[in-house]
């Protein structure tokens, strides 16, 4: 089959994929689906393996609903290992049973078992995604998740033709469970990916990978929605399209002023909304193009995952010869260079962070509490700790990586930590003295790693709030290892990013600084490498809730921590019982 054939045939099917999920606005509010986790053959850069998928699908199924929806999605785990499906980004108020982390929220669906999550969508639209939250299976468990409005877009010109999902993910030639493995046995840093994907096709750069190449066919003229979603396991991404202009009209499922810029950068977890006007009216082929954003010294992956935004009626198909394949891939090189920010290019990470502010229109109001009732400073730190007598271990200097927030590594419980706090029996599950600051303070991101010692605690050390609490948390980057920008993503709350900076927080003059008018808001947002983040919450939704490093190498090293916002005085503010399905340990 020619390769424009085939690039055809791939994204219609996908469209018709993603429309037989799309709800009319007339249906039933209540939604329902059916995702059996399962394995199945799947071949990649001339490697076939097996590849843990939901339905078969890799990516998996688009959930897509619309704000003011029930969702009922039963999973059946159809593999021999224990799995948990997260909603990532929706709030689950009151419904924190169905938030998924494993030992977090719930234990884990056990092998032949089905759990029904149920929670409803209110005040959110947009983009958001779903992944698995068990050990490193997101690494392949994952799809979109969008919420349409009920209204139409509040921006100018914004008559859309059709909307593009994009996916970003990451590929391993060998299983996942054996590179998450070997790093825990050994201490070291996990082997990096073999290829970054786009909805999980490495493109023409990759070996092998001329046939498995994402293109979106668009007509010239248009406005297109192109729905970005980073759901790579260790890496933050950058995103063009070239020779076109991308407009971010709104982040994690809210909207923003719209920003006009060349590029993107998206860290794990994330999610970017934007509109894409196809103003290139002699038409042709351009590059789709998305490549890592490094601020870390442990081994990446130095490749880039490329596909084409095609324009439709303009070009004669070329055969698919291996001549054409070169010059497509002799083509895809050099326009990459242009397309896209350097690796290394922290200031243009920045940059992009800081232009990114909540609409906050008279509709779409932004809610930031302007003042608090509680702040707690933390760090997050790369540790290092010693080898076990008799043991190799392969981290820097022969000890093992580890990885803590105000150095207290955290370890997931045996059972569920929502179980144990709605029973009331919390002893030897968790406790709630994690420390609202940091143990010491020193040069948090000019400390030299010689002198320091590096060792951290180990612990299910949570904080408690009362329902209502205006709450502030800062994270603290520190430089134990090497400054590196961290992706911390918050379950069952939306936040707004007041502050951010490089160097240390400085509790008397930095919040003088703060934005309190049109601060994004976000639920996962990368904390600048060598720097910390400011953040409020209002904490009205009761339950237990996990923050930790969408990173999934650092989650893995206990970068992770827990707060318990308490019943409200009203019913409608208390936590819902548990589900009579809800998973045992």
């Not at 039963?74 to 924190?96: D, E, S």
């Not at 950068?265 to 998305?290: C, D, K, V, W, Y």
């Amino acid at each position: 089959m020619k390769m424009e054939n085939l690039g055809f045939l791939m994204i219609s099917t996908f469209l018709l994929l993603f429309a037989t999920l799309l709800p009319h606005s007339s249906a039933s509010t209540i939604r329902r689906f059916h995702f059996n986790v399962e394995w199945k053959k799947v071949t990649r850069l001339c490697h076939t393996k097996q590849l843990l998928t939901v339905n078969g699908q890799y990516p998996g199924p688009t959930v897509a609903v619309h704000e003011g929806d029930t969702v009922e999605i039963k999973v059946t785990n159809r593999i021999a290992q224990n799995t948990t499906i997260h909603w990532h980004g929706l709030r689950q108020y009151r419904t924190g049973w169905a938030d998924g982390p494993a030992y977090i929220t719930q234990c884990p669906i056990r092998w032949k078992q089905s759990y029904t999550y149920r929670f409803k969508v209110e005040d959110q639209r947009g983009t958001l995604l779903w992944h698995a939250h068990h050990s490193w299976q997101r690494a392949s468990v994952y799809g979109a998740f969008i919420v349409y409005p009920r209204k139409p877009y509040p921006f100018s010109g914004s008559h859309i033709q059709s909307e593009i999902p994009i996916i970003l993910g990451e590929w391993w030639n060998d299983d996942v469970d054996k590179v998450e493995k070997e790093m825990i046995m050994t201490g070291g840093g996990a082997k990096p990916s073999d290829a970054y994907t786009l909805n999980g096709l490495p493109g023409p750069l990759y070996p092998c990978s001329t046939k498995d190449t994402f293109t979106a066919t668009v007509d010239a003229g248009k406005t297109y929605i192109l729905r970005i979603i980073n759901a790579a396991l260790n890496s933050e991404l950058f995103f063009a399209v070239s020779n076109h202009t991308l407009t971010v009209v709104e982040v994690d499922a809210v909207y923003t002023k719209p920003v006009e810029t060349k590029a993107i950068m998206i860290a794990p977890g994330q999610t970017t909304t934007l509109f894409l006007r196809t103003n290139q009216l002699s038409g042709g082929e351009f590059l789709i193009a998305a490549t890592p954003y490094v601020t870390s010294v442990f081994t990446f992956n130095n490749s880039t995952t490329v596909g084409f935004l095609r324009y439709s009626g303009k070009t004669k198909p070329e055969k698919n010869s291996e001549i054409t394949r070169r010059r497509r891939r002799l083509t895809a090189m050099s326009t990459v260079v242009a397309a896209l920010p350097n690796m290394l290019d922290t200031k243009f990470a920045t940059n992009f962070s800081d232009n990114i502010k909540s609409l906050g229109s008279e509709e779409y109001p932004c809610k930031v509490p302007t003042k608090i009732d509680k702040r707690v400073i933390t760090t997050i730190s790369l540790n290092l700790q010693n080898c076990p007598l008799n043991q190799t271990c392969g981290g820097y200097a022969g000890k093992r990586f580890f990885a803590s927030m105000n150095n207290v590594s955290f370890v997931r419980p045996p059972i569920s930590i929502l179980q144990s706090y709605y029973k009331k029996q919390s002893k030897g599950v968790f406790s709630l003295d994690f420390p609202e600051n940091p143990p010491n303070r020193f040069d948090f991101t000019g400390v030299d790693p010689v002198s320091e010692n590096m060792n951290t605690e180990f612990g299910t050390e949570l904080f408690e709030v009362e329902f209502g609490t205006r709450l502030e948390i800062v994270f603290q980057g520190t430089s134990f290892l090497n400054v590196e920008n961290h992706p911390l993503h918050l379950h069952g709350h939306n936040f707004f990013v007041v502050g951010r900076g490089f160097g240390n927080f400085d509790p008397e003059k930095d919040p003088k600084r703060y934005n309190l008018v049109d601060p994004p808001e976000r639920n996962t947002y990368a904390v600048p490498t060598g720097g910390w983040a400011a953040i409020r919450i209002n904490a009205d939704n009761p339950g237990v809730w996990f923050i930790h490093c969408h990173l999934e190498q650092h989650t893995s090293w206990g970068l992770a921590m827990g707060f318990i916002v308490k019943d409200g005085p009203l019913p409608s503010q208390t936590l819902l019982p548990p589900p009579h399905d809800l998973p045992q340990c």
